[in-house]
């Protein structure tokens, strides 16, 4: 059976789409990833826009009812009529164009690219609660399910505005949408707002807990919810200061301490010391120019001791804060631990870092006996932070805090522990695991996490939810806020001194570090941490959404394995899985569960466990991780993914699609995804990568993180009946299809802004495609061909073709090996169309460019290279390799393959050079005698294109213009068309940032002077 094909299927302006996606990154204000901490969000931009065109019928086929086509074209006349200033500048022409020549739209391809346009501009977070756009959307996507279940009944107003649309789509059926990783949201609020139903599941409770507040509660009770929820908010606030204040009290000037800093310590082990060691990554209070703030260590070995002193900035000298006539003659920042070990200042004894970890392990983690060194205040009337040393009264608040802690333990008579004694992740194995270091320090319960007055903190919010308003909507939205103040309370938290305020423990990434010395917030306080200040974030969601007025979802808390719908019910099966090993979800929930399950009932929560389920978590941990003792591996992953894209299938209509999004930058990741997907019997129909990172990120610069999230386009490998396709594909025939479909996608990509790790991998949707139509493909012996091999074969097609476009006009195959795997190393590093990085920023030295070793075997394989063959240009270190670079390679270059080592460097203002580097390699310098200089000027040229330029651009930065034009002039490298070609092709590709961008270009530079 044929469907119409939707849009997504077609096109996608990914561009544009891109553009709002990353623009999100700095969008704080109302943007529901501030409600609550999740991992790894989609950009709400990129859901908004791939659910309207999933939804959407291309108005382009054959096959498109033309019911929903006259829809369409009424409804973007209707927009280019009454909305045109609401158009970006890419989609204002075009819609311009409408109000002048309406016929145009009978045109089915100008039809299909105003839609387009509008899918782009909506996709832009301003418009995400413009009543016209929303009414638009949703009718169109209402009109789309009744088209496509080939239901006419409805009918547009005869007169269209915002007010009759809204009308006539008030009782209508909708599409469904699923999403059964839903996490924090994003796809299923973008289905909604799209005018889908939406049901959204997971298997994390946290993660539940988000979604029935964004999904459930707020669009079912709107304004008066909102209101409700600033109220008790506030009665918690003004409870908590009253409970609370003596153990924060304020200094006798006025002033209110905001955030107290702390240093874990250790005892010396020098030699006859065992002075106490404050476990310091930084002195610096605040890094701010001429308004500098430190800590100053005062040592005093006779009391095995130190004492601080606070140093300031004024008029450019440094002096002592209370004494500022007094000058701080010679003022040290180096810190007391440099990765891990610690370094006395009595006695300037290292202690290595086992014997930190051996030392606080017993004092679990070290927090409750931790030293107070400095105290942040602010003063009433004044602007700015202030800093001063800690003294009796505030280490009598401390006092204070831990036997009041102490007192409402014994108690205590509720259901869970008082404080939570819950384990933290035993951080072991080589999978997602890896992220957890706190038993290590002997931080083995969650309660261990904390000091005592953050304890009590923790807990009096959370028994204050519990005590307040009585409903459940209610409390569970002031339960996010008490997730949102742990993230900021724990001795996790690190003072920024160049922002002034304290850094959340987790603030979304993949792991929770442990930090030595750590900065403790004030939760009465109005400043960064508080339960003011959180509640501020939390109220401006809750408004955002009331805003947008969509229809409640149905939410509930499954394994994605099980999904509770009926066969056949779903229009859009729409998801964003585990990304394998990144993200260890359920163990980083716990850090927040802990206290949202003391601050709800078990009911509210719908689960009543110690920790958040394990057990059915589809994540690579390489270990047991759950309690039913199955080892979670690269099988592990792949069967589970099989079984929920099977789930899918099954609840998805024959003529519905779905979209997985896929962000991992492990081809292992990939394969075990893509494998499941097959498997499962969805034909991949298409794949778009939005880019979701800056590319400018330093860790794009380095290796292939990738920048884009992959949205792989499917449908169900199904009859009109819903029965799976069985059909056996030629090995033969799939091949001779695959190098015209990347060759048909690749200059798409770039022409879009997608090159590098990111082109790759979109080019796996089209390729798939071939492979996926068919439930298994066979080679003329009857063998079936794994996907495995059919990926491998993708990656080399892709390398072909990659390395043509980078030698565009040149005979690619006609580069020695090592030129040709630079070229594609370096391409698939690259983040953006034209290099990495801003041309502004400062020439750095990389000791080369790291891959994951596989995606280099793969792109080496598809090229004919051997890696084993190539040690001089590539290193290989367990699961990384990296291309040397030419500093790198200088030992090699000048005669002496068997070392390998970086140059030292001399650095002038314009940034580093090599002037020494011919001294290191034992090479005379310019001063030398005319028979040892002779001996510099004809080096011994490079056996192949790759070397001899390498040995240029050495030659350049060493300042030796005459040994460079001998090498190149005498010696005839300069006569070699390739040479220049090759240039040309690095320049392009070297990161804008690094020293070798800089030196091909100086050698460039010299090519016409020279006469070539």
């Known amino acids: 059976m044929t469907y119409p094909k939707r849009l997504i299927e077609v096109d996608l302006p990914i561009k544009r789409i891109s553009a709002h996606a990353r623009r999100e990154k700095s969008i704080r204000h109302g943007h529901i990833s501030t409600l609550h901490i999740w991992w790894a969000r989609r950009p709400l931009a990129a859901c908004r826009a791939v659910v309207c065109a999933s939804l959407w019928p291309d108005p382009c086929d054959d096959i498109c009812p033309p019911w929903f086509i006259n829809v369409a074209k009424r409804l973007m006349a209707y927009w280019g009529e009454s909305h045109l200033q609401k158009c970006s500048t890419d989609s204002y022409l075009r819609f311009n164009k409408i109000t002048r020549t309406p016929h145009c739209l009978d045109d089915a391809a100008e039809l299909r690219k105003v839609m387009l346009d509008f899918i782009a501009d909506f996709a832009n977070w ?275 805090s831990a036997s009041e802690l102490e007192r409402r333990k014994a108690a205590y008579t509720g259901k869970h522990s008082f404080v939570p004694e819950e384990p933290t992740p035993p951080g072991i194995g080589s999978g997602a695991g890896r992220a957890f270091s706190q038993r290590n320090y002997g931080i083995d319960t969650f309660s261990d996490l904390y000091t005592p007055r953050q304890l009590l903190s923790m807990t009096t919010l959370s028994r204050l939810v519990q005590d307040c308003s009585e409903r459940t909507e209610v ?60 509640m501020k974030w939390i109220n401006n969601v809750v408004r955002g959404l009331v805003a947008g007025g969509i229809t409640p979802a149905t939410v ?13 019910s779903v229009d859009f099966f729409f998801t964003d899985p585990p990304y394998y090993d990144a993200f260890p979800y359920s163990d980083l929930s716990d850090f927040f569960y802990i206290w949202t399950k003391r601050a709800l009932s078990d009911s509210a929560m719908d689960y009543d466990g110690g920790t958040v389920p394990k057990s059915e978590e589809i994540v690579l941990y390489n270990v047991v991780h759950g309690e039913d003792g199955v080892v979670k591996d690269h099988q592990y992953f792949q069967e589970q993914m099989s079984t929920v894209f099977s789930r899918g299938r099954d609840i998805s209509k024959p003529n519905s699609v779905g979209t997985i999004v896929f962000a991992n930058k492990t081809t292992e990741g990939w394969e075990a995804l893509v494998t499941g997907l097959i498997d499962s019997g969805w034909i991949v129909t298409g794949s778009w990568p939005i880019q979701t990172e800056r590319p400018s990120r330093q860790r794009a610069q380095e290796s292939a993180a990738l920048g884009s999230s992959v949205h792989i386009v499917c449908r169900p490998r199904e009859d009109e009946d819903g029965n799976v396709i069985e059909r056996v594909g030629d090995w033969r025939d799939v091949l001779s299809e695959l190098p015209g479909r990347i060759a048909d996608w690749l200059p798409r990509l770039a022409s879009e802004g997608v090159v590098g790790a990111d082109a790759i991998f979109a080019c796996l949707g089209p390729a798939l495609e071939i492979f996926s139509r068919y439930s298994s493909v066979e080679k003329a012996s009857g063998e079936v061909v794994p996907l495995r091999e059919y990926l491998e074969q993708i990656w080399a097609e892709v390398a072909r073709q990659a390395l043509n476009m980078i030698f565009e006009g040149a005979n690619a195959s006609g580069f020695e090996e090592d030129a040709r795997l630079t070229a594609m190393w370096l391409w698939t590093l690259r983040t953006e169309a034209n290099g990495n990085g801003a041309d502004n920023e400062k020439a750095t030295s990389l000791p080369g460019y790291t891959l ?89 040229a490079g056996k192949t294109a790759l070397d001899q330029l390498h040995q240029a651009m050495l030659l350049f930065t060493a300042g030796r213009g005459a040994a460079l034009k001998r090498f190149l002039v005498d010696d005839g490298i300069g006569t070699n068309p390739q040479f220049w070609t090759l240039a040309q092709a690095l320049s392009a590709l070297y990161p804008s940032h690094t020293n070798e961008k800089r030196w091909v270009d100086g050698v460039l530079a010299r090519k016409k002077g020279l006469g070539f």
């Open 556 to 568: 509930q808390r499954v394994s994605a394995q099980t999904v509770p719908l009926p066969t056949d």
């Open 852 to 940: 994951e070793y596989d995606a280099a075997r793969k792109i080496a394989q598809g090229l004919g290279c051997h890696l084993e063959n190539l040690t001089h240009l590539v290193e290989v270190k367990g699961d990384k390799a990296m291309l040397l670079s030419a500093e790198s390679r200088a030992r090699y270059l000048f005669g002496k393959e068997d070392v390998r080592a970086t140059t030292k460097r001399c650095k002038k203002k314009d940034g580093p050079v090599q002037q020494d580097l011919f001294s290191l390699l034992g090479v005379p310098d310019e001063e030398e005698t005319v028979a040892e200089r002779a001996e510099l000027e004809r080096p011994p």
């Open 475 to 534: 409390q569970s939205i002031l339960a996010l806020g008490v997730g949102r103040v742990n993230d900021l309370c724990m001795s996790n938290c690190r003072w920024l001194p160049t922002r002034l305020t304290v850094a959340a423990a987790n603030g979304g990434q993949n792991r929770m570090p442990v930090n030595l010395d750590f900065a403790e917030t004030v939760a009465i306080a109005s400043a960064s941490g508080s339960w003011q200040g959180q």
């Open 126 to 400: 301003d418009n995400s609660t413009d009543p016209a756009y929303l009414a638009v959307a949703r009718t169109l996507t209402v009109a789309a399910h009744y088209a496509l279940e080939d239901n006419s009944t409805f009918a547009l107003p005869e007169s269209i505005s915002v007010e009759s649309l809204n009308d006539a789509i008030k009782d209508a059926p909708r599409p469904l949408l699923v999403d059964p990783f839903a996490g924090g949201g994003a796809i299923p609020l973008e289905g909604l707002r799209c005018g889908a139903d939406a049901f959204a599941s997971d298997l994390n409770p946290v993660a539940v807990l988000l979604n029935k507040v964004v999904l459930e509660y707020i669009p079912k009770y709107g304004q008066r919810l909102a209101d409700e929820v600033e109220k008790w908010g506030q009665w918690i606030k003004e409870q908590a200061e009253k409970e609370l204040a003596e153990f924060y009290p304020k200094d006798e000037d006025g002033a209110t301490p905001i955030a107290y800093l702390w240093a874990r310590t250790i005892t010396c082990e020098g030699p006859g010391c065992g002075a106490e060691v404050p476990l310091m990554r930084s002195l610096w209070l605040a890094k701010k120019g001429e308004k500098s703030i430190a800590v100053q260590i005062v040592p005093k070995p006779d009391e095995k001791r130190c004492d601080f002193v606070i140093i300031k900035k004024e008029n450019g000298n440094w002096v002592y804060q209370d004494k500022p006539e007094m000058a701080c003659e010679k003022p040290k920042f180096d810190a007391t631990v440099a990765r891990g070990s610690a370094t006395c200042p009595c006695c300037g004894f290292t202690t290595p870092v086992k014997s930190v970890r051996a030392q606080l392990k017993p004092r679990k983690g070290g927090a409750n006996d931790a030293r107070l060194f400095a105290v942040v205040t602010t003063r009433p009337g004044q602007k700015g932070r202030f800093y001063r040393l800690p003294g009796d009264r505030d280490l009598d608040a401390i006092r204070k």
